[in-house]
C-alpha cells in the first residue's frame, strides 16, 4: 500500500508540457504551425512531420518578423526552448479514472527523463528522448472509444510496471535536400491529428527519408521499418515489413496548396525498387509484386481569408469503375477527410474553432498476405500478414475502424493568459460490414476453420474467402467485389462524445514551469458489440455432389444452414447493449 501511495505522488508531480520539436509531431510547435497556416503567417508547410531542425529554425524566424505580435512572441518562447537550451527535463503524468455503470476503474502512469534538440553543425542537428515510463495497472487503458494513446502498455506483468521509452533522430542537410532518419512517431497530411496516412497516435516506428524543401514546393521520399503480425489476432510479431512513401505538395498560389501522394506497404523481402521516385504503380508492373497493398491519395488546402481553411485529404485503396452503376454498386476502398479551421479576429479568447468530418469505407487498410506455400490461399491466423495497414498490431492512420464515419466540433479557448480550455463533441457511427453480406457468403465464413477469418468488421476482416468454406477454392468476395456497402448495413452503432480539458500554467520562475489540469469525457455508445465476431468458423464440410454441408468429413450429419445462419446472427445480435461511460483525468505539470 505504501508503494502505491509513494507512486501516486510521484504520478501527481508532473506533466507532459515541453518534449523535442525536431522527433515528436505531437510536440507544442506543431499545434503553432497549424494556426500560423490558417492565419497565412507562413506558406503551408510540407506534409511529412515532424521537420528537421533546420525547417524549425526557418518556420520560427518566418514567424518572429511577421508583423502579429503575438504570435511572434510565441515564436520566439519556442525558439528559445529549442534552440538555447539543448536539455529539458520532462515529466508527463496522468491520473485515469473510468466509471461504467456501477464499477469504476484507476490507472497511473508517469513519463520521465530528459528530452531535446541539439543542432550540431550548420547542416546537422539531432533530436532525443531518454524517459522512462512507470505505469500503474497499464492493463487499463481507459480511453474513449476510438482513441489511442501513441505507446505501448501491453508488455510485461504486474500491477507496477516500468518500461523504456528512447526516441531519436538526426538530420543533415545539403543545400535544400534534407536527409532524416530516427526512431519516432510520425504524422502526414493536412489533419495534423489522427491523419488517414500516419497518424500521431501510431506506434514508432524506425524511419528514413529524403526531402526536398524549394520554395514553393517539396518533395519526400521516405522508408519506414515496421513490425508484421498474424492475419486475426494480431500475434506472431515478426519484422520484414515495409512501408515506403513519397510526396509533392505544391502551394499554387497564397490561398491554394495541394499534395499527391503514394504509399504501398509489403513484406518478407526488401525491395530497392520502391525507392525510386516513380509512381508505384509503374515499380509494380516492372517487379512482378502488383499483390503488394498499394494506396495513393491527395490533398487540398483552400484558404479564402487568412483566419479560415477548409483541408481536404483523399486517401484511395480500390476503385472498381467497370461495375459502377449507382455508387452503391461501384467499389470503392477508400478514406476521407474534409474540415474547417477558423480562428476569429475579434473574439481575443477563441483560439481555433475546428469543424471535421472523417470516413473510412469497408475493408479500407485490410489487406491479407497471399501464402505462397499454400498456392495463393489466403494465410491463416499462424502466418504473417505482411499487406494489411498496421504495425505491432496497431492502425498506423486513423483510429476509426473501416465502414465508419466521424463528425466533431471543437474549440480551443484561452480566456486569460495561462488558462487553456477545449471543448470537443463526437459523434460516429459504425456498422459490421459481415451484416450485408448474402447468405451464401457468410455459410463461406461459416463453414471455414474456427479462427481462420475475422468477420468483426474490423481492420482484420479482408474481401478474401473461401468458397463454401473449401480451401482449395478462394476469391475475392463478390459483394465486396461489386458493391460499396458503407453504412447500409441494418444494425449501427453510434458513438456520442463530449469533452472538456481545462489547464492552467503558472507564470515561468527560476525554479521552472509548473501546471495543472483536469479532464472530463461522457460517452454514450447505442448497439455496443457491433464489432463481435459474427459468424464464426464451424468447419464444416461442403459436398459438392448434393451442395450441402456437414459436420463431419463422412457426409452424414447433415447441416441446417438456415437454422445455423439465424442462430450465428441472433447470438451476435443479443450481445449488443448500450453503454454510458464517464473518463477523468487529472494532470499535474512541471518543467524545467
Not at 165 to 183: P, Q
Request: net charge negative; aromatic share 16%.
Amino acid at each position: 500500500m505504501k508503494k502505491i501511495v509513494f507512486l501516486f505522488l510521484l504520478l501527481c508531480s508532473g506533466s507532459f508540457i515541453f518534449s523535442q520539436v525536431s522527433s515528436d509531431p505531437s510536440n507544442e510547435f506543431y499545434s503553432c504551425v497549424e494556426k500560423w497556416e490558417t492565419l497565412g503567417i507562413i506558406e503551408i508547410q510540407p506534409s511529412l512531420r515532424p521537420y528537421p531542425l533546420s525547417l524549425v529554425e526557418d518556420i520560427l524566424n518566418k514567424v518572429i518578423s511577421s508583423d502579429s505580435e503575438q504570435e511572434s512572441e510565441i515564436a520566439k518562447q519556442i525558439f528559445q526552448k529549442t534552440f538555447n537550451r539543448p536539455w529539458n527535463v520532462m515529466v508527463n503524468a496522468q491520473v485515469n479514472v473510468q466509471q461504467q455503470e456501477n464499477d469504476f476503474l484507476m490507472n497511473m502512469r508517469a513519463k520521465y527523463g530528459v528530452e531535446g534538440d541539439i543542432k550540431l553543425f550548420d547542416n546537422c542537428s539531432a533530436g532525443y528522448q531518454l524517459d522512462f515510463l512507470t505505469a500503474v495497472k497499464p492493463d487499463y487503458e481507459l480511453l474513449p472509444s476510438y482513441r489511442a494513446t501513441p505507446y505501448y502498455m501491453a508488455d510485461g506483468y504486474g500491477k507496477i510496471k516500468n518500461y523504456l521509452e528512447i526516441d531519436g533522430n538526426f538530420a543533415a542537410g545539403f543545400g535544400d535536400f534534407v536527409f532524416l532518419t530516427g526512431i519516432n512517431h510520425n504524422s502526414f497530411g493536412p489533419f495534423y491529428s489522427d491523419s488517414l496516412v500516419l497518424s500521431d497516435n501510431a506506434k514508432h516506428t524506425a524511419n528514413f527519408a529524403l526531402s526536398y524543401y524549394g520554395n514553393n514546393w517539396a518533395f519526400t521520399e521516405a522508408m519506414f521499418i515496421l513490425n508484421a503480425t498474424n492475419a486475426v489476432n494480431f500475434e506472431n510479431k515478426l519484422p520484414n515489413k515495409w512501408l515506403m512513401l513519397h510526396s509533392v505538395d505544391v502551394n499554387l498560389t497564397d490561398w491554394l496548396s495541394g499534395s499527391f501522394y503514394e504509399t504501398v506497404i509489403y513484406g518478407n523481402r526488401f525491395d530497392p525498387s520502391y525507392l525510386i521516385p516513380m509512381f508505384y504503380m509503374v515499380t509494380q508492373g516492372v517487379t512482378g509484386y502488383a499483390d503488394d497493398n498499394l494506396l495513393m491519395g491527395g490533398t487540398l488546402v483552400f484558404r479564402p481569408m487568412k483566419g479560415l481553411e477548409w483541408d481536404m485529404d483523399l486517401y484511395l485503396d480500390d476503385i472498381g469503375f467497370t461495375s459502377l452503376k449507382t455508387y452503391k454498386d461501384m467499389r470503392i476502398r477508400c478514406a476521407g477527410a474534409t474540415g474547417i479551421k477558423y480562428i476569429p479576429k475579434n473574439l481575443s479568447a477563441v483560439k481555433m474553432l475546428k469543424l471535421n468530418y472523417t470516413m473510412m469505407s469497408p475493408y479500407m487498410y485490410s489487406h491479407v498476405q497471399y501464402d505462397d506455400v499454400s498456392y495463393g490461399h489466403p494465410a491463416a491466423m499462424t502466418k504473417p500478414n505482411y499487406q494489411i495497414y498496421t504495425t505491432s498490431g496497431y492502425a498506423l492512420g486513423t483510429s476509426l475502424e473501416p465502414n465508419s464515419d466521424r463528425v466533431s466540433l471543437s474549440a480551443e479557448l484561452k480566456p486569460v493568459e495561462g488558462l487553456n480550455i477545449n471543448i470537443g463533441g463526437t459523434l460516429i457511427r459504425h456498422a459490421n460490414v459481415s451484416e450485408g453480406l448474402t447468405d451464401k457468403e457468410k455459410l463461406s465464413y461459416l463453414a471455414s476453420a474456427p479462427d481462420y477469418f475475422s468477420t468483426d468488421g474490423s481492420i482484420t476482416q479482408h474481401p478474401i474467402y473461401l468458397e463454401n468454406g473449401d480451401s482449395s477454392v478462394y476469391g475475392y468476395m463478390p459483394s465486396a467485389w461489386n458493391k460499396m456497402m458503407f453504412l447500409t448495413q441494418d444494425t449501427i452503432e453510434y458513438t456520442v462524445q463530449a469533452d472538456l480539458d481545462v489547464s492552467y500554467d503558472f507564470p515561468e520562475t527560476k525554479y521552472g514551469k509548473f501546471g495543472i489540469g483536469l479532464g472530463y469525457t461522457f460517452e454514450y455508445i447505442h448497439n455496443y458489440g457491433v464489432g463481435n465476431q459474427m459468424f464464426p468458423g464451424q468447419g464444416w464440410f461442403y459436398n459438392s455432389s448434393d451442395e450441402k454441408f456437414y459436420k463431419d468429413a463422412g457426409f452424414t450429419n447433415e447441416v441446417d444452414t438456415a437454422a445455423e445462419l439465424d442462430a450465428a446472427y441472433n447470438n451476435w445480435k443479443s450481445s449488443l447493449k448500450d453503454l454510458m461511460h464517464h473518463y477523468l483525468r487529472l494532470n499535474f505539470s512541471y518543467s524545467f
